[in-house]
Nanobody, 115 residues
Framework: QVQLVESGGGLVQAGGSLRLSCAAS????????MGWYRQAPGKQRELVAA???????NYADSVKGRFTISRDDVKNTVYLQMNSLEPEDTGVYYC?????????WGQGTQVTVSS
């Protein structure tokens, strides 16, 4: 089992920055990949950024060049640095972790970007 605790959301003006954190505990040695998803009001949850255990990254086209996913293996934490935020980035951001058998989700953190 893996437990996830997210932090770092908030209200920011367009053009601003936020950094989200997702701290993992439990069976962290079994983690194969980590990622961030978001869900805007009335829309489906979508992938924002993903990071494999080998270090490969994948980003949604809408955030390329603005967002960066990274991890700290000592702290068992994955980060999402979000720069040049736009009102369209508003939503609940969820951390997701996968191992060989299960998918784990964080509780979500709200990001609101005002114009």
């Amino acid at each position: 089992q893996v437990q996830l605790v997210e932090s770092g959301g908030g209200l920011v003006q367009a053009g601003g920055s936020l950094r989200l954190s997702c701290a993992a505990s439990g069976s962290v040695w079994s983690i194969n990949g980590m990622g961030w998803y978001r869900q805007a009001p009335g829309k489906q949850r979508e992938l924002v950024a993903a990071l494999t255990s080998g270090g490969s990254t994948n980003y949604a086209d809408s955030v390329k060049g603005r967002f960066t996913i990274s991890r700290d293996d000592v702290k068992n934490t994955v980060y999402l640095q979000m720069n040049s935020l736009e009102p369209e980035d508003t939503g609940v951001y969820y951390c997701r972790v996968i191992d060989s058998t299960d998918i784990y989700w964080g509780q979500g953190t709200q990001v609101t970007v005002s114009s």
